[in-house]
């Protein structure tokens, strides 16, 4: 099962800075639980909530499908 928008919006900093080209944080939060968004498109998201968003996803999955994240660039 995918997350939601409301839970990936917790794991944001809230800064409505719209520099991911969307409005507000939570519209931002929607296209990401959409899939038309990644997470990385905020600048201002921090490694912990990134590594977070992996673990909520991958223990989110229904099947066996193999997550690999590949460094954050910090």
Same mark, same amino acid.
């Given at each position: 099962? /995918? @997350?939601?928008?409301?839970q990936? #919006?917790?794991?944001?900093?809230?800064?409505n800075? +719209?520099?991911?080209? %969307? *409005?507000?944080?939570? /519209? #931002? $939060?929607?296209? =990401? &639980?959409?899939? +038309?968004?990644? @997470?990385?498109?905020? *600048?201002? =998201?921090?490694?912990? &909530? +990134?590594?977070? #968003?992996? @673990? @909520?996803?991958?223990s989110? &999955? $229904?099947?066996?499908?193999? #997550? %690999?994240? %590949?460094?954050w660039?910090?």
């Open positions: 099962m /995918a @997350l939601t928008g409301i990936i #919006f917790k794991l944001l900093p809230i800064t800075c +719209k520099e991911c080209g %969307v *409005p507000t944080s939570l /519209a #931002f $939060a929607m296209t =990401v &639980a959409s899939g +038309k968004s990644e @997470l990385d498109s905020c *600048p201002y =998201v921090s490694h912990e &909530a +990134k590594e977070q #968003f992996c @673990l @909520l996803y991958t989110d &999955a $229904a099947d066996d499908s193999l #997550f %690999v994240w %590949v460094g660039g910090g």
